[in-house]
């Protein structure tokens, strides 16, 4: 019996394939074909057609959870625009949709759940990016005369739009603390939230949603949040330097060493190059060594210019090591991967026993703090 019982436990919480059905209507649309691309719950990326028949059309398929999916005027995979592309949110059950040719963005979407919470936040983001839209425009004019001039604006202007954004997404998320909407949505936000944080909203999914595409996709986030922390070991890794010569963490032994994780197009990372000189100036002598890993691995050559230019070339380089493949990109020697970094600059900052004892992401006080740490090992 006790068997038994255990078995209908774990049906329970198997999704089992259904039959979605999306019924669409297209007003003034020409082409002979419509198109839906999707990735499945086994992450199975589909490009479908349909034919466009006196404005109507049909998509249907097997999927196990409701899942994001982009309705498109065009077959290119890469081609995304309000007036021929529209995000919305499919389930395992008859839908209809309504859409205008050259307006794709305010399709109309009945009787999915997911879509009726995604919907309300993308109408809200389709006005807030109404409202900033001149002052868009007005950098990506500054973008093209100065990738540093853009980066500097953008970060001092844009900080009322990153608010307003934030405010639409914690407010839906907190409206649907349950639904597979928040659980998608949380994947973009593991970086700004804490481990304890995220752990919190993943408790409080049902079963159903954990074991969704989502759902465990944020669960291998919160147990990806457990690497390259203080207390852990730092992972080793190989590679050639700047100048084509063998480096290896493990050459490092017996010496306080400091990852700085940068790269030649990050403003911030640059301007906090003076301020490493003078840390290394002041502690190398004294067992404490820099190693550069630049995310510019298909821009080796801004790297090596980057180097040159602001003086850094006094401690040793390697680049992250993400390769780009056809298929996407080969993370095998991806230092970024092995140390969770997904924020410029981060910094870590190892003990001589290879141990972590700091994390550093940002400036500011993040800076503060790393001075203090290394002004209590070294001295002042």
Same mark, same amino acid.
């Given at each position: 019996?006790?068997?038994?019982?255990?078995?209908?436990?774990?049906?329970?919480?198997?999704?089992?394939?259904?039959?979605?059905?999306?019924?669409?209507?297209?007003?003034?649309?020409?082409?002979?074909?419509?198109?839906?691309?999707?990735?499945?719950?086994?992450?199975?990326?589909?490009?479908?057609?349909?034919?466009?028949?006196?404005?109507?059309?049909?998509?249907?398929?097997?999927?196990?959870?409701?899942?994001?999916?982009?309705?498109?005027?065009?077959?290119?995979?890469?081609?995304?625009?309000?007036?021929?592309?529209?995000?919305?949110?499919?389930?395992?059950?008859?839908?209809?949709?309504?859409?205008?040719?050259?307006?794709?963005?305010?399709?109309?979407?009945?009787?999915?759940?997911?879509?009726?919470?995604?919907?309300?936040?993308?109408?809200?983001?389709?006005?807030?990016?109404?409202?900033?839209?001149?002052?868009?425009?007005?950098?990506?004019?500054?973008?093209?005369?100065?990738?540093?001039?853009?980066?500097?604006?953008?970060?001092?202007?844009?900080?009322?739009?990153?608010?307003?954004?934030?405010?639409?997404?914690?407010?839906?998320?907190?409206?649907?603390?349950?639904?597979?909407?928040?659980?998608?949505?949380?994947?973009?936000?593991?970086?700004?939230?804490?481990?304890?944080?995220?752990?919190?909203?993943?408790?409080?999914?049902?079963?159903?949603?954990?074991?969704?595409?989502?759902?465990?996709?944020?669960?291998?986030? !919160?147990? $990806?949040?457990?690497?390259?922390?203080?207390?852990?070991?730092?992972?080793?890794?190989?590679?050639?330097? =700047?100048? +084509? &010569?063998?480096?290896?963490?493990?050459?490092?032994?017996?010496?306080?060493?400091?990852?700085?994780?940068?790269?030649?197009?990050?403003?911030?990372?640059?301007?906090?190059?003076?301020?490493?000189?003078?840390?290394?100036?002041?502690?190398?002598?004294?067992?404490?060594?820099?190693?550069?890993?630049?995310?510019?691995?298909?821009?080796?050559?801004?790297?090596?210019?980057?180097?040159?230019?602001?003086?850094?070339?006094?401690?040793?380089?390697?680049?992250?090591?993400?390769?780009?493949?056809?298929?996407?990109?080969?993370?095998?020697?991806?230092?970024?991967?092995?140390?969770?970094?997904?924020?410029?600059?981060?910094?870590?900052?190892?003990?001589?026993?290879?141990?972590? !004892?700091? $994390?550093?992401?940002?400036?500011?006080?993040?800076?503060?703090?790393?001075?203090?740490?290394?002004?209590? =090992?070294? +001295? &002042?």
């Amino acid at each position: 019996m006790k068997y038994l019982l255990t078995l209908i436990s774990l049906a329970a919480v198997i999704p089992c394939k259904a039959q979605f059905v999306l019924d669409g209507k297209v007003s003034g649309y020409k082409g002979k074909y419509i198109y839906l691309q999707y990735a499945d719950d086994k992450g199975t990326y589909i490009r479908d057609s349909a034919t466009v028949k006196n404005g109507l059309f049909r998509f249907s398929g097997n999927v196990s959870e409701p899942f994001m999916a982009a309705l498109k005027n065009s077959s290119d995979p890469r081609s995304y625009n309000d007036s021929g592309n529209v995000s919305l949110f499919l389930e395992p059950k008859k839908m209809t949709i309504s859409v205008e040719e050259g307006n794709f963005a305010n399709a109309q979407v009945e009787g999915s759940a997911s879509q009726k919470q995604f919907g309300a936040m993308q109408q809200q983001i389709r006005y807030v990016n109404k409202k900033w839209k001149v002052v868009m425009d007005t950098l990506s004019a500054v973008n093209k005369r100065s990738n540093f001039e853009y980066q500097e604006l953008k970060n001092w202007v844009l900080s009322p739009f990153h608010m307003d954004m934030d405010e639409i997404y914690d407010r839906s998320m907190n409206q649907y603390p349950t639904s597979y909407v928040t659980a998608y949505y949380l994947r973009f936000k593991v970086n700004e939230l804490s481990a304890d944080s995220l752990k919190k909203w993943y408790a409080g999914f049902p079963e159903k949603v954990k074991q969704s595409k989502y759902g465990k996709s944020l669960n291998e986030d !919160i147990q $990806r949040k457990k690497i390259g922390i203080p207390g852990t070991m730092a992972k080793g890794f190989s590679s050639e330097d =700047i100048d +084509g &010569k063998p480096l290896s963490l493990a050459d490092y032994k017996g010496k306080y060493v400091l990852l700085d994780f940068w790269a030649s197009w990050c403003l911030p990372c640059r301007k906090g190059s003076p301020h490493l000189k003078e840390l290394y100036g002041k502690y190398k002598d004294k067992g404490f060594e820099i190693i550069g890993i630049s995310d510019d691995d298909s821009k080796p050559d801004a790297w090596r210019k980057a180097v040159e230019k602001d003086g850094t070339g006094i401690w040793k380089h390697v680049l992250r090591g993400m390769k780009r493949t056809d298929s996407g990109f080969d993370r095998t020697n991806d230092k970024s991967d092995f140390y969770n970094i997904h924020a410029l600059p981060t910094k870590i900052l190892i003990d001589p026993n290879g141990q972590i !004892i700091g $994390r550093y992401t940002g400036e500011g006080e993040e800076d503060k703090s790393m001075d203090e740490k290394l002004a209590s =090992i070294f +001295g &002042k």
